[in-house]
Each structure stands twice: as C-alpha cells, then as structure tokens.
C-alpha cells in the first residue's frame, strides 16, 4: 500500500507540473500535438486523483455490509480512469489531430516570443517544454518500475507482460503504464513539432496528435480489460492455485478434495474456499486441528492468501472442481 502510494504521489506532482508547462506551450504556439499533449497530463493528473481515492477507500476496514473489506474500490477506481479520463482524453486528442490534417491549423511556431526583452522562435518554447516533461515523466516512470518490479519479484513473473496479464495489484499496474504512455507521447509531441519546424510542413504536428490520442485509446482499452478481470472475480494463476491444493492434498488424514476454489477480493487479496474429505476415523478434534493447521500453511505458503475456509466432508466426492 505505501508502495504503491508514493508510486501515485510522485506520477501527481509530475503530471501537475507538466500539465501547466504543456498548456503554456500551445498557448504560444496553437500546436496539435502540445494540445493533445496537454489533454494527456490533464487526465493523468485526474488519474492519480482517482488511485488515490481508491487507496484510501480500500484501506478501510471490513464491516456488516462489505465482510471482506474494500479492496476491491483500487479496481474500480483504475476502471473509472480508463474509461473517463483516458477514453476521454484519447478521443478528443485523435479528433483534434485529425482536424488539423484534414483542415490544417494555424501554427505559430516560426513566430516570435519576447521575454525580459529577448527574442526567441516559439518553437523554442514547445522544445524546452517537452524535454522538461521527458524529465518528469521519465523520473515518475523509474518510481513506477520500481513499484512494479517489487510486484514481479514477490511472484517471480520474469517480463512485464507477464505482470501485467497476472498482477492484482492494479494501482501501481496503472501508474507504470500510465508512465510508460507519457514517454511514449512526449517523444511523438517532440518529433511532431520538429519535423513541422523543419519542414515548414503542419501535417506532422497534426499526425503526432492523432497517433497521441490513438495511444491513449490503445492505452484505456489495455487497462479497462484487466480491470475487467478483477472486477469479476478472478482467481489465482493456476500454477499458484495448483501448489495450494496440492499442499491440501498431501496434508495428513485428508483423503480427498471435493471442491477447491480461489478468488481475489482486493489487491494481493485472495480467499480460498475448499471442500475437503477427511479420513473417517478421524474424531471432530482432530478435524478441526487439521482444518487449523492447513488454513495456516496456505497462508505461510502464499503471502496473498488472506482468508481460508475449508469445509470438512466425511467422503470423497467426485468432481475435484
């Protein structure tokens, strides 16, 4: 949790900051992409607005009508950014792009600035801006990876594309990705701008908007699906399913396991449930004792199983799932 918090504190303040130094360039010099550019920080300032939200809410404790806590609100809350503020911003940042290709735009980038009685092109603004908010993103993104690789070493995931289809830890899922997004769109924003500086051509500037606003629909589209998943109620990966139930069912005077299944219900969340067969002349102490014993072991053996319940039966079913 405080991991994850510092990740979406530290992707705020930058995205803050860029936001205001984006809007100041387009101000200057009506650039497609720095407008596209800007309608990215805007949301992703929104963004961590939103996670943590969802921090806070889910850090409340359990009660009547929510028995197994909130920890659920970080997934609904990184929802919510991806459809509202990332669906937003890439459909307008695309639109916007594809006017100024289809129609043109008027660009200010060969004009002139004074400032403190200096002289400078425009296009120097929207230079320095977008290096500087390479800089911030790119110190927001290291936050980020580190956030995440603590996430992949825990489980032992090898790539990041792993993590990202098995990771329930979707806070600071969204800001690394979040991040990585930033990067990505800034370079676009900056070889935009060059190129219609260079070339004297609009139609990059334009193009650059629309592959920014294509990037943050790719992007919404990405991050609503995995939400999806754990808004569901998805289970355990099944090699970390597999090794609990084989724990159940090695353990001594088990004889059997009618049903067994595995669901998370927050971030690194995960409640077991089985129905178990025990030997027969085991009396209903030596029941319970084990019963004790194995909701113990499965929560020493995986650091994300937080409740176990285990139902004895007196026979083996068929059916294992």
Not at 94 to 101: N, P, Q, S, V
Not at 131 to 142: D, I, Q, R, W
Not at 176 to 204: H, R
Not at 229 to 254: C, F, H, I, P, Y
Request: proline fraction near 2%; aromatic fraction near 12%; hydrophobic fraction near 45%.
């Amino acid at each position: 949790m405080a991991s994850s918090k510092r990740v979406v504190i530290a992707a705020g303040i930058a995205n803050g900051a860029i936001a205001i130094m984006k809007f100041l360039g387009f101000l200057l010099t009506g650039s497609p992409a720095m407008l596209s550019e800007t309608y990215h920080s805007i949301s992703d300032t929104g963004n961590q607005v939103f996670l943590l939200i969802g921090l806070r809410y889910s850090g409340r404790e359990a009660d009547r009508t929510h028995p197994f806590g909130y920890g659920k609100a970080q997934f609904f809350y990184s929802f919510l950014v991806s459809v509202l503020l990332f669906g937003i911003a890439g459909w307008m940042s695309l639109t916007h792009g594809y006017e100024a290709i289809v129609h043109g735009h008027a660009s200010s980038l060969h004009g002139k600035v004074e400032l403190l009685g200096a002289g400078f092109r425009a296009v120097y603004v929207n230079y320095v801006v977008l290096v500087g908010a390479f800089g911030f993103e790119t110190y927001a993104l290291v936050t980020a990876y580190r956030g995440m690789r603590i996430d992949m070493d825990e489980h032992g995931w090898t790539s990041f594309v792993e993590a990202f289809k098995k990771t329930s830890n979707i806070t600071t899922l969204t800001a690394f990705t979040e991040d990585t997004v930033a990067v990505s769109g800034i370079v676009l924003a900056f070889l935009g701008v060059f190129l219609t500086d260079y070339t004297g051509n609009p139609l990059w500037d334009g193009l650059a908007a629309l592959c920014i606003g294509l990037l943050l629909m790719g992007f919404a589209l990405a991050l609503a699906w995995e939400n999806k998943r754990l808004l569901l109620g998805e289970s355990l990966q099944k090699n970390e399913e597999d090794e609990l139930r084989e724990t159940v069912a090695n353990w001594e005077g088990v004889t059997g396991i009618v049903d067994f299944r595995t669901v998370y219900f927050g971030p690194n969340r995960v409640l077991v449930a089985a129905d178990v067969a025990f030997d027969g002349d085991l009396d209903t102490r030596d029941v319970d004792e084990r019963i004790t014993a194995i909701e113990d072991a499965l929560v020493e053996q995986n650091p994300s199983v937080r409740k176990v319940y285990i139902e004895p039966e007196t026979a083996t079913s068929t059916g294992g799932h």
